[in-house]
């Protein structure tokens, strides 16, 4: 994306933060929704699936294993399958695989609000994996930086880092920087909040809130002009 050298850089709309916050609180909500409602599993959050999954290995609880190796599976392949449709729906100058990413995502959260009351937890839970695999493989940055939407240490850690750096007066955007991570990580924690405040209200059907969400960062992407995305 060519600039002038005197005007500041102009990012496509799902790079910049209120985007980004709003992806990262889809993260949230999906890991809240899943673990209060289907079995203490986390649909994006792979790191705390691994975890409870050596526990329960540990514990020769061989049953219960399943629950954390079937999102660690369905999370692969989704990762995989956006992988290999990218460079058959990728087209010059558009968005076409966030597209695609966004509203697949937005379908599966739909049948799951339908359908997840009727099947066994971890089908849900797999579905919902399959889901943040899409959305970490396609929204990758936020402003040009890499960043993270389904999980949050490493958005903490960045933001530490670049305050550090704007301490020691070794870039002019590193204070922007962190506070940019420290939004994203609290649009994540807002995520989960919210998720868990509409469970006891809606149940199976609160996952909608996640959808309408995505719903939003589906309408920046529409908007995006050409130019921008190039």
């Known amino acids: 994306m060519a600039q002038h050298p005197n005007h500041p850089p102009v990012f496509p709309l799902h790079e910049q933060l209120p985007a980004a916050m709003i992806l990262a609180g889809v993260g949230g909500y999906m890991d809240a929704f ?29 049953a219960s294993s ?25 087209k010059p100058g558009q968005r076409r695989t966030h597209i695609i990413g966004v509203s697949i995502e937005i379908i599966i959260l739909l049948l799951t609000a339908l359908f997840g009351a009727r099947l066994p937890d971890t089908v849900v839970i797999a579905m919902m994996s399959f889901t943040a695999a899409i959305q970490l493989s396609v929204f990758r940055k936020m402003k040009g930086q890499p960043y993270t939407t389904t999980m949050t240490t490493g958005n903490i850690q960045a933001s530490a880092a670049h305050l550090a750096n704007a301490a020691l007066g070794t870039s002019t ?52 002009k050409p130019e921008l995305t190039a």
């Not at 369905?74 to 992988?83: E, P, Q, S």
């Open 173 to 224: 955007l590193a204070g922007h920087r962190s506070w940019d991570r420290i939004a994203v990580a609290l649009g994540f924690g807002l995520g989960a909040f919210l998720s868990a405040s509409l469970v006891p209200l809606l149940g199976q059907h609160a996952i909608i809130g996640g959808a309408g969400l995505l719903v939003i960062v589906l309408i920046l992407l529409l908007r995006e």
């Open 34 to 62: 899943s673990y209060l409602l289907h079995g203490n599993v986390f649909s994006s959050l792979q790191s705390g699936n691994v975890i409870l999954l050596g526990i329960h290995l540990a514990r020769g609880q061989w």
């Open 66 to 90: 399943g629950h954390y190796l079937l999102p660690l599976a369905a999370f692969y392949l989704g990762a995989f399958f956006i992988t290999l449709l990218a460079p058959y729906v990728h």
